[in-house]
Nanobody, 114 residues
Framework: VQLVESGGGLVQPGGSLRLSCVATGLTFSNHYWSWVRQRPGKDLEWVSSISVGGQTQNYADFVKGRFTISKDNLKSTVYLEMTNLNSEDTAVYYC????????RGQGTQVIVSS
């Protein structure tokens, strides 16, 4: 299994980014997908998940209303659309096969700073 995240970068407070994660080595459409993140000096924390069928999305309270998870089975890609970013969102973001980040990619760095 290989998970490759991209789309991170430096963004000003209030800005937006779209993260992508391409998955290979598994049947993408058969899996529940999550995004987790690790803020500087903190443990991994769950951000969002999407169900196997894609009909159900769940979000941590601290991103609810600002982030949107989606996926494209044909592209084997899961996305995280992030809006109204603030400094507390500065972190390395990983896509994962579960909420704990047990199987995750190398991550993509997001820095929110003016």
């Amino acid at each position: 299994v290989q998970l490759v995240e991209s789309g991170g970068g430096l963004v000003q407070p209030g800005g937006s980014l779209r993260l992508s994660c391409v998955a290979t080595g598994l049947t993408f459409s058969n899996h529940y997908w999550s995004w987790v993140r690790q803020r500087p000096g903190k443990d991994l924390e769950w951000v969002s998940s999407i169900s196997v069928g894609g009909q159900t999305q769940n979000y941590a309270d601290f991103v609810k209303g600002r982030f949107t998870i989606s996926k494209d089975n044909l592209k084997s890609t899961v996305y995280l659309e992030m809006t109204n970013l603030n400094s507390e969102d500065t972190a390395v973001y990983y896509c994962s096969l579960d909420r704990k980040g047990t199987t995750r990619g190398q991550g993509t760095q997001v820095i929110v700073s003016s």
